[in-house]
């Protein structure tokens, strides 16, 4: 007599992730919304590629034929959508899916998820406002607009990491390559080439030549800065407010400068 062993059924493993993801948050009017959005994209063409974005729709409270439209808009420009806050909407099939639960993300953690309509900045994980940017820039280096920054690593250079939340690297950056902290400081013993990207939670030192894209105050640290020996920058930010090359261009390019805010605009000043 044989006897056939009994099967065992495999179980499906299921498990929670949190993730980096951006969040646009749309404000009307429309028009001048997406000309900003432009405005950004010229300045980090690419930007957006490959990334996950959020679109938050709570202020703006659109219709759903209006949501599939600025979803398809948000398309040509290379930004995909994959979900959408909007609290009280049944969306169809065709949408991307809604999104309950998410936190404001901050460089202690993770703060309770939005209440009574409340906005909140950033989202599980850690995410970027998207705000649309305006346009200008007087002449003592004082930047208007404001979007978030923030990439996933290509390629990692040597770096060190201390008790204090610091993160230095020993190693020049090279094009193409992000580093991304959302723990603390960034510092950087060498350059930072043109093509490249840092994003810190608190404030980044460049030593070297920096001629890449510089996010401090990544969380909403408005007191971060940013410092460098040569400022040949593509983009300086701060907590999201920005200043792009032309807008530095014959006021501190080439010369040692730091970056803060001042009011409601980054201040980009020479160091002596």
């Known amino acids: 007599m044989t006897f056939a062993a009994p099967l065992e059924a495999k179980s499906i ?74 609290e009280g909407a049944a969306l169809g099939p065709d949408l991307p899916p809604l999104l309950v639960g998410a936190k404001e993300a901050t460089t202690e953690g993770l703060l309770p998820g939005r209440k009574g309509g409340q906005e909140a900045s950033g989202r599980e994980g850690k995410a970027a406002e998207g705000r649309a940017p305006d346009h200008g820039a007087d002449a003592g280096g004082v930047a208007k607009g404001k979007a978030g920054a923030s990439k996933t690593e290509e390629s990692v250079p040597q770096v060190s990491h201390y008790d204090s939340g610091t993160l230095m690297i020993k190693t020049p950056i090279r094009s193409g390559q992000a580093i991304m902290h959302a723990h ?43 410092f460098c020996r040569r400022n040949e920058a593509e983009l300086l930010s701060v907590d999201g407010w920005y200043i792009t090359a032309e807008e530095m261009e014959g006021v501190s390019r080439g010369k040692p400068v730091q970056a803060f805010l001042d009011g409601d605009g980054l201040r980009v000043e020479t160091l002596s």
Do not use: C
């Open 13 to 86: 493993r299921f498990r929670a992730r949190s993730f980096v993801a951006f969040t646009l948050t749309p404000e009307a009017p429309m028009v001048e919304w997406l000309q900003g959005l432009d405005h950004w994209i010229g300045n980090s063409p690419g930007y957006f590629a490959g990334r996950p974005v959020l679109l938050d729709l709570n202020s703006l409270k659109p219709a759903p034929s209006e949501i599939a439209a600025l979803v398809a808009e948000l398309g040509t420009r290379g930004i995909r959508i994959y979900a959408i806050e909007l």
């Open 184 to 226: 603390g400081d960034v510092i950087v013993l060498g350059s930072v080439a043109s093509g490249s990207e840092i994003v810190a939670a608190g404030s980044i030192h460049v030593y070297g030549t920096l001629r890449g894209r510089a996010s401090a105050g990544s969380l909403g640290n408005t007191a971060a800065r940013i």
